[in-house]
């Protein structure tokens, strides 16, 4: 069975005394969301787009499994050999722990570790699927969810960032979004890095206060990331939150860190420098910030796609050198017509230690996860981007039990015509399959009745033309009075007309 730490969901319990008389409540588990075709369809639309882009770009697919030996993922609880709560774990029969993959980077590392010898160096993969985590659940915040990466993998140029940024920026584009709705914030972890220790904050503990006074800058403003860097801010409840104790100095050039940003890449360069100055390693990671402008430069990336940004924190525990992230910028309002903050749909950076994790020998590598399932939330709640339904078969009318054999016929004709069809199989009457063509959003439906059957024809009625009045037919003989979009046709025409409906609905 699944570890799950601290979950509270449980079945109902059976109020009858005979176990088989218990009826379990339909219910989808917290943070699992059922798919109908539309999102499917939307998902696999990102999916397909993104992967033409990384594949374009000479990154080779890989697919791992599902599951992986915990140990891989690095997930434990500190006081026992159990997984931690942030994965689904099961013991194998052999006691070995093995968890749903948290994402496709830490699989990636494994794959690489294994089969480093025979790998073309450097090793450039992109990956697709579900990932699952087992965090508490929220709005926009699901257990299992789509994404789809790139990496690069055994090689530590700059040169090799850019190259993921102008690759997630081109996937964008490819996916649909139009120009603008979307930009990749890039820092470097070194910069932020060698300024802290430059003012000789080396404590653990004050440089995370300090990274996360800097991630709540979008939100706080600089005022309030200010107090924060200081003795700490209360906010509008009374709550207090603990400052990072810094310095007037040292806030004061924090700030003018994080404020260097909000310009061209060329300009952010120069007031970092200032910043920098005495920081070797913050000059290092500028250096490495000059060579991906550079590069983004030749690629015909765009100052407003790509943006460097001082203030962007995310994992720089786990990022050794780049990091990105991808901000959705598009008006996205819910069902109520609020808005709705997506923020990040996107991200990575270079993480030049995870390969060592099996090796002891560091091995660079850079990559970008793209959030598919995120992304395609997103849109739907776009103005004019809700999911477009998927449009269904061509349905055939049964109007005998006789004629099955024959409809069955008709609808391996009209799918090697490349024209999806199914025979109607349930045996309600010809209302209620028309209400069924029309739930399915056909196209068009097809009729061999007892004439139809004697002259080698086919009845088409068009469903795009006469949709709003399906709903009022009431008997075969109201079908057949002139209704719109109906032709009755010799067979091969007849599909042939059908082509020419399907194609232009």
């Not at 013991?91 to 690489?112: G, I, S």
Request: overall charge negative.
């Amino acid at each position: 069975m699944f570890y799950r730490h601290g979950m509270t969901d449980k079945a109902p319990k059976s109020t009858e005394t005979d176990p088989k008389d218990f009826r379990p409540e339909a219910r989808a588990p917290r943070g699992f969301a059922d798919k109908r075709a539309s999102q499917i369809a939307a998902e696999r639309r990102l999916i397909t787009a993104v992967s033409k882009v990384y594949e374009d770009f000479g990154f080779e697919a890989l697919q791992t499994s599902a599951f992986e030996y915990a140990d891989a993922l690095g997930k434990f609880l500190p006081d026992a050999d159990r997984p931690n709560v942030g994965v689904f774990a099961v013991e194998d029969d052999d006691e070995q722990w093995m968890a749903l993959r948290y994402d496709h980077t830490a699989p990636l590392a494994r794959f690489a570790a294994q089969n480093w010898d025979g790998l073309p160096k450097p090793f450039r993969r992109y990956a697709f699927g579900p990932v699952w985590r087992n965090e508490k659940p929220g709005p926009g915040r699901l257990r299992e969810f789509m994404q789809c990466d790139a990496d690069t993998v055994g090689t530590d140029r700059p040169e090799a960032d850019a190259e993921i940024i102008a690759l997630a920026v081109a996937g964008f584009k490819a996916a649909g979004l139009p120009a603008g709705s979307t930009v990749l914030k890039v820092n470097n972890r070194k910069l932020l890095n060698g300024l802290l220790t430059s003012l000789g904050v080396v404590d653990a503990g004050q440089q995370m206060g300090v990274l996360r006074a800097i991630d709540k800058l979008d939100r706080l403003g600089l005022t309030g990331v200010e107090l924060l860097l200081g003795g700490g801010r209360k906010d509008e409840s009374g709550d207090f939150t603990k400052g990072a104790n810094l310095n007037d100095a040292a806030i004061a050039a924090v700030l003018a860190f994080v404020a260097a940003g909000n310009a061209e890449r060329s300009v952010v360069l120069d007031r970092l420098a200032a910043v920098l100055a005495n920081s070797p390693e913050g000059m290092a990671g500028l250096d490495d910030l000059g060579r991906i402008g550079a590069t983004l430069n030749g690629l015909g990336v765009g100052e407003a796609d790509a943006i460097f940004d001082p203030s962007i924190v995310r994992g720089l525990e786990y990022y050794t050198g780049a990091v990105f992230e991808a901000e959705l910028l598009l008006e996205t309002r819910d069902e109520k017509g609020e808005l709705v903050k997506f923020g990040s749909v996107g991200g990575g950076g270079r993480y030049d230690d995870l390969v060592a994790r099996f090796t002891g020998e560091r091995v660079p590598a850079t990559g970008f996860s793209f959030g598919v399932s995120r992304l395609a939330a997103a849109l739907a709640l776009t103005e004019g981007g809700k999911a477009a339904p998927v449009r269904g078969p061509v349905v055939i009318i049964a109007f005998s039990d006789s004629d099955m054999g024959e409809y069955f016929k008709l609808a391996s004709e009209i799918r090697a015509a490349g024209i999806p069809a199914e025979v109607y199989l349930g045996r309600s009457g010809m209302k209620a399959q028309m209400k069924y063509a029309d739930r399915r959003l056909s196209p068009a439906v097809a009729m061999i009745g007892g004439d139809e059957l004697a002259n080698g024809t086919v009845t088409i009625k068009d469903l795009d033309l006469g949709r709003e009045m399906a709903a009022e037919i009431s008997d075969n003989k109201a079908w057949r009075e002139g209704r719109p979009g109906q032709v009755t046709l010799p067979r091969q025409d007849a599909i042939n007309h059908l082509k020419t409906i399907v194609k232009s609905s």
